[in-house]
């Protein structure tokens, strides 16, 4: 889950612990000045009767980690993100302070905090099905004489495999979030839990001296079979069971990730460790610790170097830079920056896209499915342009959703948050999310997104074009024989019907964006639209053009974008030494359009 999605939340549930009122009255006066509703309900509580899913809802816990691990357990299986407050004593999850509250939560909604996807643990066996994001400990049944054997024994199998056999206090499979005290406790290692999807199998005080901890992926399944009774625990009882001799239990990787959000205002791992296990290895005032607490020191004088591009760097860019990182009228620095946020905003937005199409094919009936494609624009939409107001308030946007928003300074964002709705609503993979930005009314940077391939194109004006982080083409073919040609609409079939047998092949695939994009990249040649939209191809003529497209009318006079026209403009893009060949074709079947709009 992308952290800039968190820019739209409607609502907040907040499960609280005793004693924990005054943060709660703060949480209050905080949902009530921003407009955000707000339902708080006790630890153990359901929260069916206050939860929307139809809302973007934000999980707070208020508490310690105990509370956290209820939150986990209530706002996982939603796919709700939650964020912890610390009131308890001694908490490693819940990692925000009383203190910073708003502020905290003002990143969040600014869309500046980060969401950690977690790994979470299954575990099935006679008598429980259960899923923790903690650990699963096997061990002992205590004994009625406390000076008998408290041992227990177990055959334990990865994927069928035979690990071998485990005799001692008994066996915990952890996740990376839940691994740190159950592993110290038996002398195991410690994972560090940001972007770590293992789990990991530590032996509790065994009696055999070559038993080690093991690391498995999540898609592993392992098969614990006990030689005698065993308790089995998940997440410190919060599930529970007695298993009987030769009963078998299967544990693996849960599919629902559990979604923790982290702001600047939370102590850093291994600084929470350090701190909260005295371990001391830390001065507080080394610069490490200097860096954990930056966030509340955080001052709107970041500089324009500080968001410099690098387009060869992973696309995940730093969500904690904001607005005030643009402080002069540097093109290159707007751009830069713009192009930062465009990629966070569409990968965001194609988080809902992706979730929504996965329904289509199973509505059947059609005004039902028009409801999906609706609240996928809207959901869409509603991502990006809160994204981009938080951090260009005085920019324009103009998006096919909304009413246009007229800027101050000569930059206008334009939006399509679902190019290719028919294919959408048919469940076909080919739509794309585009967002380009324009300088005096030119499209000077362009993000193109396609949710369900996960291929983020994106190009600033004389700087460059970019797949993924790395710099695309389009190709050198001069031949029609030889080139692969994409068509958008084509009414009447005048570009299919000339080019079809003289290349080698024409295909269509219902969004403009992606057109330009394939032609950017080199996997078409050449591409046609009959008429266009402006939000349609703004970002993908940047994308284009940056990677070498020529991009002219249907008579090869040079495409010019115009936001404001009502009137038909066809658009001929292509390598540029093909363009000849095109043109040639294209004039001798167009008909005259000259009373066309």
Not at 145 to 154: A, C, E, S, V
Not at 198 to 217: A, F, K, N
Not at 560 to 588: C, I, M, Q, W, Y
Request: glycine fraction near 10%.
């Amino acid at each position: 889950m992308q952290g800039r999605r968190l820019a739209t939340t409607e609502e907040i549930v907040a499960i609280v612990s005793p004693d924990s009122d005054d943060v709660v009255s703060r949480l209050e006066s905080w949902t009530a000045e921003r407009d955000i509703s707000l339902s708080t309900v006790a630890v153990g509580e359901d929260i069916g009767h206050v939860y929307n899913e139809n809302r973007a809802t934000l999980g707070i816990t208020i508490g310690g980690d105990g509370t956290f691990l209820e939150g986990i357990k209530t706002f996982a299986p939603r796919n709700v993100p939650q964020i912890g407050v610390n009131t308890g004593t001694l908490a490693f999850l819940a990692r925000v302070e009383p203190e910073d509250l708003e502020a905290a939560l003002d990143e969040v909604i600014h869309g500046r905090a980060k969401v950690d996807s977690r790994q979470q643990v299954a575990v099935r066996g006679e008598g429980i099905d259960a899923t923790g994001i903690n650990d699963v400990m096997v061990e002992h049944v205590p004994p009625e004489n406390p000076i008998d054997r408290k041992i227990t024994q177990l055959d334990v199998y990865a994927d069928n495999e035979y690990i071998g056999e485990f005799e001692g206090t008994g066996l915990a499979v952890s996740t990376p979030t839940g691994s740190t005290g159950i592993s110290l406790s038996a002398n195991g290692p410690i994972h560090y839990p940001v972007d770590n999807h293992t789990l990991q199998l530590v032996p509790l005080h065994t009696h055999q001296l070559g038993v080690r901890p093991i690391v498995v992926s999540p898609s592993t399944e392992l098969r614990f079979v006990t030689q005698g009774p065993a308790t089995l625990l998940v997440d410190g009882g919060r599930a529970n069971a007695t298993l009987e001799t030769g009963e078998e239990v299967l544990i693996t990787g849960a599919e629902r990730l559990a979604h923790v959000v982290r702001t600047s205002y939370d102590d850093h791992f291994f600084t929470a460790i350090s701190k909260k296990l005295g371990w001391g290895i830390r001065d507080v005032d080394e610069p490490q610790r200097q860096s954990a607490t930056a966030g509340r020191e955080r001052t709107t004088s970041l500089s324009a170097e500080s968001v410099g591009l690098n387009p060869s760097h992973d696309r995940a860019r730093d969500p904690s830079v904001g607005s005030a990182a643009v402080t002069d009228d540097d093109s290159a620095a707007v751009l830069e920056h713009a192009h930062t946020i465009a990629t966070e905003a569409a990968e965001a937005a194609g988080e809902p896209l992706r979730e929504l199409h996965g329904q289509v094919e199973t509505v059947a009936v059609k005004s039902n499915k028009s409801d999906i494609v609706t609240e996928a624009d809207h959901q869409a939409n509603r991502i990006i342009t809160t994204v981009i107001d938080n951090e260009f308030p005085d920019h324009g946007i103009v998006s096919e959703e909304q009413p246009r928003r007229n800027g101050k300074n000569g930059y206008t964002w334009v939006v399509d948050p679902l190019d290719g709705t028919g294919n959408f609503a048919h469940g076909n993979p080919n739509y794309s999310i585009s967002i380009a930005l324009l300088e005096n009314g030119t499209p000077a940077m362009g993000v193109v997104y396609v949710p369900e391939t996960d291929e983020l194109f994106s190009a600033i004006a004389s700087v460059g074009a970019w797949r993924d982080g790395d710099p695309i083409e389009t190709t050198d073919r001069d031949r029609l024989d030889e080139s692969m040609l994409i068509s958008g609409y084509d009414p009447d079939g005048t570009f299919l019907s000339h080019f079809y047998q003289e290349s080698r092949g024409v295909r269509r695939l219902g969004s403009a964006a992606l057109n330009l994009c394939y032609l950017a990249s080199g996997s078409a040649d050449a591409t046609w639209e009959h008429d266009t939209y402006p939000w349609d191809i703004a970002g993908g003529l940047v994308i284009a053009r940056a990677a070498g497209a020529t991009i002219t009318d249907e008579r090869g006079e040079p495409f010019v974008f115009d936001l404001e026209t009502d009137e038909r403009t066809a658009l001929l893009g292509s390598n540029g030494p093909l363009h000849p060949a095109l043109l040639e074709h294209l004039e001798t079947g167009l008909p005259d359009r000259s009373g066309d709009r």
